[in-house]
């Protein structure tokens, strides 16, 4: 697994901060398999307390009507949190900032 040499300890205390009580959407976990080549990633969110959220039609509808963040990707990460009630997101992504009902964590 690569950790990013500046961000990885800030990121590693944000899971422990808020383990427990983190959601990461199906398409995450595909990206961190395609990055890493892992394939024990559901103990691993198991182990620090990661409920995975399923991509739906529904989700990706919404996705397909935001206007931004300006890429997919992330339309899909914030109407997954949009239609699962959550407002914040661990990210160092600056383009979630701004959103309406989102507020980035970082």
């Given at each position: ?10 990121v ?29 990633i559901?103990?691993?969110?198991e182990e ?18 935001l ?12 109407s ?17 900032d ?9």
């Open positions: 697994m690569t950790v990013h040499p500046q961000l990885g300890e800030h590693k205390n944000n899971i422990v901060t808020w383990s427990g009580n983190l959601v990461t959407s199906s398409l995450s976990v595909w990206l961190l398999y395609v990055l890493t080549k892992l394939e024990n559901a103990s691993i969110l620090i307390g990661v409920e995975l959220a399923s991509l739906s039609a529904s989700i990706l509808g919404r996705a397909e009507r206007g931004e963040p300006r890429d997919f990707e992330d339309h899909i990460h914030a997954t949190m949009l239609e699962l009630g959550i407002s914040r997101i661990i990210s160092n992504d600056k383009d979630f701004g959103l309406v009902g989102i507020e980035r964590i970082f």
